[in-house]
């Protein structure tokens, strides 16, 4: 199986910044991409990035020229760097590993939360 870690969140004023990790282990080889979701109270859970392969990134819109997914193969480890971040942006953040078709299985880590607050 897959284990995914993320750390990182906590308290910042809006304008702040913080830099997200998720470290991988167990069976990796079976991941076609990693990404980071996220869930605020009673919303659904939404993509706020992913990196597919070596080259493909993808973007939600609101993360879009504020936040930064990146990889660190060599240590298993996918980063989201945020920036001028709002409240919007609070809601408990997941790391996410989607394995390669048919099945398309969805491993997640156990969120950490991100709060953006005065």
């Known amino acids: 199986q897959v284990q995914l870690v993320e750390s990182g969140g906590g308290l910042v004023q809006p304008g702040g910044s913080l830099k997200l990790s998720c470290v991988a282990s167990g069976s990796i080889r079976v991941i076609w991409a990693m990404g980071w979701y996220r869930q605020a109270p009673g919303k659904q859970r939404e993509l706020v990035a992913r990196a597919i392969g070596d080259n493909r990134i993808d973007y939600a819109d609101f993360a879009e020229g504020r936040f930064t997914i990146s990889r660190d193969n060599a240590k298993n480890t996918v980063y989201l760097q945020m920036n001028s971040l709002k409240p919007e942006d609070t809601a408990v953040y997941y790391c996410?590993?989607?394995?390669?078709?048919?099945?398309?299985?969805?491993?997640w880590g156990q969120g950490t939360q991100v709060t953006v607050s005065s």
């Open positions: 996410n590993g989607r394995g390669y078709p048919p099945t398309n299985y969805m491993y």
